[in-house]
């Protein structure tokens, strides 16, 4: 796939000649950026190939330049969830830490480049709280570089979206955690696994799209998000989850492949990501001290999954396969469960007093810390984007 283009040849050759000067400064990973037509009057998209470079697989190496951001510095968009250092999180090790892959060295984030590269584009996270702990990191980084700039939030649940008004780039969040629709029905909240329409309305015109999903359809009891499942004309009660997940996310699939066919939008899929509850996955002995991720200060070394890779991603993994046109999946999960010391644990705004005296009861080990690890989600879907 090729990245957009610009319609005047002038022009676009000498934004060419920019962009592979920048290139060449940010990493070793050599950029070619062909010019192709669109007649769908969007920019074409131009990609350069990193195919020999394995992004998910290596090792965290500590690195004492990161974070490229303080939360301090963000424009006060980070949720009270994922603000670690503002609820009283006393460590900073977690922040110090760099993704090396196997073979290969990733550029590192460049906010400016970034935003002269998708000037005049949308790129819209859709999913649920984890691509909103994405969205507001990818904010953080692109601000950070260009901190003067004239920006502007606009919040219209279920859609968020952060201008950058000097460049013309958007960056959006749609909250759906299913993807698939969800509707009131006689007053019953209805999950509708072969409907998308309602949510895709507000997808049409991104040009690029990260998609996520997977915890969601494992809730239970008050966190279940839905009364009945629709499914085949029929409603139910219950059905096996993920059996649900890959009806609702081969729905999604046919609407994503009959988009890409009409349009030059991109689209990514972020792989599940891991929690850490259960520390006997990475201390032996360590099931008598609860379920929880406080106190961990340091990644996981090695480079195979700790414990059970969860089911929902080899569902997403087959469904995406059988596309017409793939998605990309940023494959986080692996590179992600090594990092059982980036989570919010009990520093979050989320929590009162109480709660955060009993750890094992109330720790986040969900979601993560800002600035932290969705930072490195970010700088690999930087790379894959644009490089």
């Not at 920019?43 to 350069?48: A, F, K, L, T, V």
């Not at 993704?99 to 480049?113: D, I, S, T, V």
């Not at 007053?187 to 997808?203: F, H, M, T």
């Not at 994503?256 to 599940?272: C, G, L, P």
Request: net charge neutral; hydrophobic share 40%.
């Amino acid at each position: 796939m090729a990245f957009f283009a610009i319609f005047n040849p002038c022009v676009s050759v000498l934004i060419s000649v920019i962009s592979f000067n920048f290139l060449l400064l940010a990493s070793s990973v050599r950029p070619v950026h062909p010019i192709i037509t669109n007649p769908h009057h969007r920019q074409p998209i131009h990609r350069s190939n990193h195919s020999q470079c394995a992004l998910f697989m290596g090792s965290w190496v500590r690195d004492e330049t990161y974070p490229i951001y303080q939360a301090s510095s963000c424009p006060r968009i980070i949720d009270p969830e994922f603000n670690c250092q503002m609820y009283g999180r006393p460590d900073s090790n977690y922040l110090k830490y760099r993704w090396k892959p196997a073979n290969c060295e990733l550029p590192r984030f460049n906010g400016l480049e970034f935003l002269l590269r998708m000037r005049g584009k949308t790129v819209m996270f859709v999913g649920d709280s984890l691509g909103r702990n994405q969205w507001e990191s990818l904010i953080c980084m692109t601000w950070s570089a260009v901190q003067r700039s004239a920006t502007e939030l606009i919040t219209r649940d279920p859609l968020y979206t952060f201008k950058f008004l000097d460049y013309g780039v958007d960056l959006s969040f749609y909250r759906a955690p299913y993807l698939v629709d969800v509707d009131a029905v006689d007053g019953r909240r209805v999950l509708k696994l072969e409907d998308i329409s309602k949510n895709a309305r507000a997808w049409m015109a991104a040009d690029v799209l990260m998609f996520n999903t997977g915890h969601w359809w494992t809730h239970k009891g008050s966190l279940k998000g839905w009364d009945m499942m629709e499914s085949g004309g029929s409603l139910h009660e219950e059905m096996d989850r993920l059996v649900a997940l890959n009806t609702g996310l081969k729905t999604w699939a046919r609407w994503a492949d009959s988009h890409v066919e009409s349009t030059n939008t991109r689209i990514f899929f972020q792989s599940v990501s891991p929690t850490h509850y259960n520390p006997s996955e990475w201390s032996a002995g360590a099931t008598s001290i609860g379920k929880s991720c406080y106190g961990e200060t340091s990644p996981m070394s090695g480079s195979a999954y700790p414990g059970i890779y969860p089911g929902q991603m080899k569902v997403i993994d087959m469904v995406i396969r059988e596309m017409r046109h793939p998605a990309y999946i940023l494959d986080i999960t692996t590179l992600s469960a090594m990092r059982k010391d980036a989570h919010p644990s009990i520093y979050t705004g989320d929590l009162s007093p109480g709660q955060r005296a009993h750890p094992d009861h109330s720790a986040d080990c969900s979601h993560w810390c800002l600035p932290g690890l969705p930072d490195t989600w970010n700088q690999l879907f930087y790379t894959a984007l644009l490089f």
